[in-house]
């Protein structure tokens, strides 16, 4: 079975709208004798009479107004295609896969997702927390587009571009020893039970290398998988918490809690956006890092 020529139907439209063969062929800047021979083929397919000719014209059959809604059905799905086609090309429409850790998501992500999908509604993206070595691995293995993690070495291969840098600090419950004070330093803090997030988080193994530098152990008392649950713990009186101070400062005013500096130089830390390479990101990725990182930088692999 012969296929329809998108062509010949385009030309076929413009003959019924501008009523000759003539006038279409000048609005689409093509032949008469072109428009005439497309439209016998168009015939020929259909094997259906569209025209009765003769020397005074043409003049449409009831079969050519019945085609003329159909054709402009079958033109706008074709220019429709085409459009959204140029959309996932200009990355204005399509879907991202983006692995943040809670620090990320909690601190900096929101506002920058919002404003990003204002301007790009037609994006799609779609979020998962977990912990920067995981984030790492999911991202080498194509499970991911795009990472949001601490700066480290993961052991994998990837690009790591600049995001936010964050602050750790002592979350402590109102009228505890260390509420007073202005600012600790960590061998003051391991003195007192802590609230741990869950195992293997930066934060947990940073906490527990640190200690142990100093020749101390660290006191888990409990563990939990979110801050909100942490702060909770700390309010209840069952630990102090190393969390960080945007996060921290959600649950302040509702929570019995206070936030106290940790003196440390580890205690201020750096989150990158992690991919595989930047060249190798879809157009819709590649505004997403540019929105929330700004120009890509080459910079050291992770």
């Avoid at 079969?63 to 429709?80: C, E, G, T």
């Avoid at 020893?177 to 600790?184: E, N, T, W």
């Avoid at 101390?216 to 649950?229: E, F, K, M, N, P």
Wanted: some cysteine.
């Amino acid at each position: 079975m012969t296929k329809l020529d998108p062509v010949s139907l385009r030309l076929f439209v413009a003959v019924m709208e501008e009523g000759t063969i003539v006038e279409a062929a000048n609005r689409e800047h093509i032949a008469a004798s072109a428009v005439s021979k497309r439209m016998s083929e168009l015939e020929q397919t259909l094997n259906t009479e569209l025209f009765v000719r003769s020397n005074k014209g043409t003049v449409a059959t009831a079969a050519a107004f019945a085609l003329l809604n159909l054709a402009r059905s079958v033109l706008n799905d074709l220019d429709d295609i085409f459009e959204q086609m140029s959309d996932y090309s200009s990355g204005t429409r399509g879907h991202v896969r983006v692995f943040a850790n809670i620090s990320a998501i909690t601190q900096f992500l929101p506002d920058e997702l919002k404003s990003f999908m204002v301007a790009y509604p037609l994006v799609q993206i779609h979020l998962q927390e977990r912990i920067s070595s995981v984030i790492a691995k999911a991202v080498a293995d194509n499970m991911a587009d795009i990472g949001i993690l601490n700066a480290g070495n993961y052991g994998e291969n990837l690009t790591q571009l600049p995001y936010h840098d964050d602050e750790l600090v002592v979350v402590v419950p109102v009228g505890h020893a260390l509420s007073g004070k202005k600012s600790v330093a960590l061998h003051e803090a391991l003195d007192y039970d802590f609230v741990g997030a869950h195992p293997n988080s930066a934060i947990n193994n940073q906490l527990t290398k640190a200690a142990g530098d100093l020749g101390r152990t660290l006191r888990l008392r409990i563990q939990v998988s979110s801050y909100d649950a942490l702060c909770l713990m700390v309010a209840a009186g069952l630990g102090i918490g190393l969390i960080p101070r945007k996060s921290a400062q959600l649950y302040v005013r509702s929570l019995k809690i206070k936030c106290v500096t940790l003196r440390e130089p580890w205690a201020t830390r750096k989150l990158v956006v992690c991919v595989r390479t930047y060249e190798a990101l879809s157009p819709v990725a590649k505004l997403l890092v540019n929105h929330i990182s700004g120009a890509p930088v080459p910079s050291l692999s992770v």
